[in-house]
């Protein structure tokens, strides 16, 4: 496995790493094989991922102390990456966007007890509170780098303007943002702003929210807690005008011998070297499979054929207001 530095301050990680989300939260079976999902971090690590990323959000807080139970032991082979910011710590603990200093340090605490570790080696902002100016959520993420409970911070799914005055207070490391073939939004304007200001990219959901792997035809094949029952693009006629997407990079997959995921995985690796995307799943198989698009390499025809795909129909979120605009 490959491995590249993320932003200026030199956070080295694996090419690829690994999404933990759906281990414990939002898809359907989650949270229901926890043996299989700590099986499927250990064999990611054998396998060279070094980068291991969940937030306090997911479960809540499930899916930290899973991975915290994961990497007993482990923890000087792995970056560890999470999320704070859309639980509300200083009120009942319900949703909720808080940005505050305040919050920043009671997320911080509670983050690193669940993972059982000394500190965070990358700690993202969720989701932007436009309540709570950026200059003083970065300061206290500053401050904490300072004390070396976190080694480095990040921003997901934050506007170009709030990049860059987040930026000016302190560099960020990294920008986590939903990338894709399908979701190439990032690059009109994100991914040329953090290669000039030096920031690394996280792709997430860079298999499309597995619909890229091209096993999903149905809303029937998705348990009814599954909130891709929601989402615009899976919905009715759209599900069905995607699969269209689906089918392409199919093709493409059957020229290499390969799947359409690696496939998927292997465009989005050579959009750039300063890329990482975090492929999630709970399966050592599936953990293989996204592992070996490491090693494809596309033809410069079928970059092509696959940059000239089209965008998928529907929204990303039934609900896009928590994207920071």
Request: aromatic content about 6%.
């Amino acid at each position: 496995m490959k491995h590249i530095t993320l932003g200026t301050g030199g956070l080295n990680v694996s090419r690829l790493g690994l999404g933990c989300m759906g281990m414990s939260a939002f898809y359907s079976g989650a949270g229901t094989d926890d043996s299989e999902s700590i099986r499927t971090i250990h064999r990611a690590i054998d396998l060279g991922v070094t980068f291991f990323d969940t937030a306090e959000i997911y479960g809540p807080y499930l899916n930290e102390q899973l991975l915290g139970r994961a990497l007993a032991g482990r923890r000087d082979q792995v970056v560890v990456a999470t999320k704070f910011g859309t639980i509300l710590h200083r009120g009942d603990g319900g949703r909720g966007l808080d940005g505050s200093a305040e919050n920043v340090r009671l997320s911080v605490e509670g983050s690193l007890t669940r993972l059982g570790i000394d500190h965070i080696d990358l700690y993202y902002q969720h989701r932007m509170d436009q309540g709570v100016p950026v200059e003083e959520t970065v300061g206290a993420l500053a401050e904490l780098i300072a004390e070396g409970k976190i080694g480095h911070y990040g921003l997901s799914e934050a506007a170009p303007e709030t990049i860059r005055r987040a930026h000016a207070v302190h560099p960020v490391t990294a920008l986590q943002t939903e990338y894709s073939l399908w979701s190439r939004d990032p690059e009109r304007e994100l991914l040329p702003l953090v290669r000039d200001l030096g920031i690394g990219f996280v792709p997430y959901a860079p298999l499309g929210r597995g619909f890229l792997t091209g096993k999903i035809r149905s809303l029937d094949q998705l348990d009814e807690a599954d909130f891709r029952r929601s989402n615009p693009r899976f919905a009715g006629e759209n599900l069905a005008a995607n699969i269209r997407i689906v089918e392409q990079v199919d093709a493409v997959a059957a020229e290499l011998a390969a799947t359409p995921a690696q496939v998927a995985l292997a465009w989005l690796l050579a959009q750039g070297d300063d890329i990482v995307p975090i492929p999630g799943t709970k399966r050592v198989s599936r953990l293989e499979e996204n592992v070996a698009a490491d090693a494809l390499r596309l033809s410069p025809e079928q970059l092509a054929t696959l940059g000239a795909i089209d965008a998928p129909v529907g929204d990303r979120y039934a609900d896009m207001s928590p994207v920071d605009r």
